[in-house]
């Protein structure tokens, strides 16, 4: 099964504060995806990308930035967090010719 | 854009009584959709992928997809306690190749032993 690994696990930022968020997958996956979990909102796609240094906007881009280094890594980073990114977040993966999205644990971010 | 919503919002069973989760969508020719399960505080689980009308077995879990009602259906055979979680359907993205799931908000269901 796919293994798709997020750092931190959780985190703590301040408002104005530059958040990083890591993903890393080691099955070879083409598609890589960041998603935000909200109480009344589900889960929104922010980013994904489906070749290494090369991202595309999902349905809730603004105030993130996405950047594909490599095949196995995916970081999320928000330059200047705030209030309202409060929330948890997913990494998940997929392979090109199959249609089932793999997902992370999650990490929990607070911003205050 | 596709719209997804899950009722009931919660639902409690006892132990062995089968669940049934409900998932409709606004678009009808989507032609993937799947189940998820995500416990407290973890990540999300695939149990059912289904592309096409009908039924799909996966274990315990039963995935019933009718397009033409805009409904695909959840039904967990003999639940058990560590079941309760929350569940949650996701249509695919209609065009193109891009694996953009659309979620629902889930249904948490709580097993009673």
Same mark, same amino acid.
């Given at each position: ?6 750092? $931190? ?27 935000? &979990? ?12 489906y @070749? ?8 809730? $881009?603004?105030?993130?930035k996405?950047?594909? $280094? ?43 | ?13 006892s ?26 505080g973890?990540?999300?689980? @695939? ?6 009308d ?17 409904? @695909? ?38 097993? &009673? $032993?």
């Amino acid at each position: 099964e796919a293994a798709v690994t997020q750092s $931190p696990r959780s985190k703590v930022a301040v408002t104005g504060g530059k958040v990083t968020l890591s993903c890393h997958q080691t099955n070879n996956h083409d598609y890589m995806y960041w998603y935000r &979990q909200d109480t009344g909102h589900g889960l929104r796609l922010i980013h994904y990308s489906y @070749v290494a240094d090369s991202t595309e906007k999902g349905d809730i $881009p603004d105030g993130y930035k996405a950047s594909r $280094p490599s095949q196995e890594n995916f970081s999320l980073i928000l330059e200047l967090a705030s209030l309202s990114q409060t929330a948890v977040y997913f990494c998940a993966s997929r392979d090109s010719s199959a249609e089932t999205l793999y997902f992370g644990s999650g990490t929990r971010l607070t911003v205050l | 854009q596709q719209k997804v919503q899950q009722s009931p919002e919660s639902l409690t069973v006892s132990e062995g009584a089968m669940a049934s989760l409900n998932c409709t969508f606004s678009d009808r020719s989507s032609d993937n959709f799947r189940w998820y399960r995500q416990h407290s505080g973890k990540g999300l689980e @695939v149990l059912v992928s289904i592309f096409s009308d009908g039924e799909k077995e996966e274990g315990s879990f039963t995935a019933h997809l009718n397009r033409a009602s805009l409904h @695909v259906f959840l039904h967990i055979r003999e639940p058990q306690p560590s079941d309760s979680a929350l569940y949650l359907c996701a249509v695919g993205e209609i065009t193109g190749n891009t694996g953009k799931l659309i979620f629902g908000l889930g249904t948490t269901l709580q097993v &009673q $032993p």
